[in-house]
């Protein structure tokens, strides 16, 4: 007799399905399937960011000695150091204004490494790639969901986890289904992702480019920067040991937000198109952008909050469930946090086929309300850097405005939401049981 409980297929090996992979991988009685539409894993050339609430997700799934390795600045205590808020656009105006000292450290990453890190520790035999999900079916309504790929292969699994990003297939056909089968055609909004208004250009700089002829080094090298004006912000920090900047340099139309965007979302430009972007910034600001040799211009695109992760079956995860703007370096975090609890309500050792449903709620209960504050709370707080949020310009109340974005940090505990969905499985169970009696 087979001992698997639950088949489980991940559709998408980014930051968010990879983890739940490795996380799911200790449980025996889980059989794990990662489908992947490219040939490889692979993340982009840029940094990543993360809180120390996803630091503690890491070390809890075991990873905390390979995570240190990559890690800058590592956790020592103090969990790293935290950004410097400071009004740049209008420098003729005298001694730059520090708005905010955001009392949270950050714990920053090359994306690539990031990655290598989970995909070793993903099971053998688990990746499949050039796995590009087109639909998912369902003969029986007990039986087996069926996976059919773009190259016309299938596979099953009992449970479809939807982790393939912004423009998810899984989120659209689960929300088109449920639309159908509930008679709620409003969740037909919910499956499109919109423009922000926003256009981010990215870049790396190596750290010797920052350092002058006279030995002085460049602010960003030792603190985290957003460099904050009317309508753009510049946010800057070191990465891979302290040897590479990451720099996110944005500007944005807010009254264009909603609208649609023409044209590819993330394409390779000019340095001179990011240059005259930010002329009369203060020199600090020039001089960084002035190392980016070969910018990318991503336009940045957000969900709006779903009303619900999951249907029978199928469930969201990360960017496929609450892609946000990246304001709140937030959007990897929360797939990770949502990993941790999906696998933790999964791997539960009452949770079974029968219950499936159950186990499914409880996340959606737990991880949907968080995800979409912080989704919110990332959209609230790019306005505010920009000035254009409640506090408009005003610089004395903008500090602790954007300070109260950050409360969720320190609300909940990822262990503690676990917790939470464990008790909801549980009480739930306890309902059916006393049910039948
Ligand atoms: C400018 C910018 C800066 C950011 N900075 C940060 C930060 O500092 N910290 C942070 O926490 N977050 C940050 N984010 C957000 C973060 O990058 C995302 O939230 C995160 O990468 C999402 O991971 P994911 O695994 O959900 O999706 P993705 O990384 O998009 O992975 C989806 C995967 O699914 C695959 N796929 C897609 N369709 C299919 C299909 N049909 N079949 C099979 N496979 C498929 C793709 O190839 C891909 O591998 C930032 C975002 C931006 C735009």
Redesign the pocket.
Known sequence: MSSTKLRVAI???????LTLAVALSKYPDIEVDV????ER?REIG?????WERTWRILTELGMSSEFSSIAHAPPDGSMGVGFDYRKSDQPQEGIPFYLFALPYGCIRFHRAHFLDVLVERLPSGVAHFG????LYTRPGSDGPLILSFADGSRAQCDLLVG???????VRRQMLQEKATSEGRPELLDYIEPFWSGSI?Y?GLVPVARLTREDGSQHRTIASPMMYCGKSKHVVSYSISSGSIVNV?ALTSRPQLEGSPYEGLWVIECDQQELLDCYSDWEPEVVEMLKCIEKPTR?A?HQLRPLPCYTSSRVVL????AH??T?HQ???????IEDAFVLAGVLGHSSTTLGCLRDALEAYERVRLPLANHVLDGSRLSGMMYEFNGAQGGDLHTLGPAIGKQWDWLKETTPQGELERALHILNARMTEVVLAKL
Do not use: H, N, T
């Open positions: 559709c998408g090996g980014g930051i968010g399905g489908y992947e539409a490219a894993f840029a940094g990543v960011m993360i796995k590009r999900l087109q982790c393939d990003g912004i423009k998810s297939v981010a990215r996110v991503w940045l995860l990360g960017d496929a892609a946000m990246p370096g937030a959007g990897a975090g929360q797939a």
